[in-house]
Structure formats: structure tokens, C-alpha cells
């Protein structure tokens, strides 16, 4: 009877831990359906777009982030089986990347705290959970990144997906963390789209 209430704790806790890992990865992806891209039996697609040129200089971090993207979605395309080829394309893809704000989200970074300053029996509140919950339950800001894919012989969309990651840190750019976190984002973003035939 232990053993058996010892197993299913195990096993609860084990899901739970799951679950946690999945909503901490931070990555919220919303794709479309696939049905149309994967009835039209894709092979070869090329870039909507040409790759961004950084002619005056700019400190703008979307310059930054261009090949990074661009090179997560070819990479991803690759590994489902797609190949980039201008002259053969039946699709084109391209992405648009924004920065956005949310209200009242929660960063990574703020763990076990309480985010809302409260009265809990028997304690006194002290100014550095006043101050936790202000600094850590506001307006964050969020990286979005819309990838679009269009039938080029009609010229229509048949897939797209927003992806949507909240910035801990707004105020510094790290190429390698940029470079890991669009990977991981474009990988959670693609998971749907059918591989090719």
C-alpha cells in the first residue's frame, strides 16, 4: 500500500516537473493550421526577402538579429526536409520581427516571490517584497517573431506562425544567448510544419 502511494507520488511529481520544464522554456508559439501547406507537397522554397544590410551603421539590434533568424529558419527547413533553391521555389518564407509589451507577466527571474504585495497572517510585509512585487509584476517586454509562408504560383499564405518570448533583460544584446534563444524559438515555431515528401 506505501509502495504503491510512493509510486504515484513519484510519478506526479515526475509530470509535474515535466509540465514546469515546458511553461519555463519561456517560448509561446502560436502556429496555423498545416492542412493547405502540407496539401500543396512542398519541396523547394526560397527567401521573400533579401537578407537586411546594415548601411548606416545602426546600433538597432534588429541588424543583429537578421542573419540569426534567418539562419534558424533555413536550418529548421533543412531538417524537415526542404531545400532552398530560387529557381525550383513553390514557397517563399519570410519573418517579421517585432518588440511588444505585456502587462502584469511574470519573468523567469522572479521564481518563488510573490509578484503582488499582500498581507500574509502573522508577518509583517517588508519593503524589499513591496519592491519584488513591483519590479518583477509590471510591463515586460517581448521579442516576436512572425514567420509567413506563401504559395508562390498564387501568391497566398498558406502557414504562419508567431513567436513569442518575454526579454529579461532589455538593456543588453548577447549574440550568443540571441543566437540560442531564436534557434530554440524558430525550433517551437516550426514543430508543426510537415516535413517534405
Not at 519573418?95 to 523567469?108: D, F, L, M
Not at 521579442?143 to 508567431?162: L, Y
Amino acid at each position: 500500500m506505501v509502495s504503491s502511494f510512493i509510486y504515484r507520488a513519484s510519478c506526479a511529481a515526475a509530470l509535474s516537473l515535466c509540465a514546469l520544464l515546458a511553461a519555463c522554456s519561456g517560448v509561446e508559439s502560436r502556429p496555423d493550421a498545416t492542412d493547405t501547406f502540407a496539401a500543396a507537397n512542398y519541396r523547394y522554397y526560397t527567401w521573400l526577402t533579401e537578407p537586411l544590410v546594415n548601411t548606416a551603421n545602426s546600433q538597432d539590434a534588429v541588424y543583429a538579429i537578421d542573419p540569426l533568424v534567418r539562419r534558424a529558419i533555413d536550418r529548421e527547413l533543412r531538417s524537415k526536409g526542404y531545400q532552398l533553391n530560387p529557381e525550383k521555389a513553390q514557397f517563399s518564407v519570410d519573418y517579421r520581427y517585432a518588440q511588444g509589451t505585456r502587462v502584469g507577466e511574470v519573468g523567469r527571474d522572479a521564481s518563488n516571490l510573490s509578484t503582488y504585495p499582500g498581507v500574509v497572517p502573522n508577518r509583517n510585509i517588508d519593503g524589499a517584497s513591496v519592491d519584488n512585487a513591483y519590479a518583477l509584476g509590471g510591463v515586460k517586454v517581448t521579442n516576436n517573431i512572425g514567420i509567413q509562408i506563401n504559395d508562390i504560383a498564387s501568391n497566398t499564405e498558406v502557414w504562419r506562425v508567431v513567436i513569442t518570448k518575454i526579454v529579461e533583460n532589455v538593456n543588453s544584446f548577447d549574440s550568443a544567448k540571441a543566437d540560442s534563444n531564436i534557434t530554440r524559438a524558430v525550433k517551437e515555431g516550426l514543430r508543426t510544419l510537415p516535413t517534405a515528401n
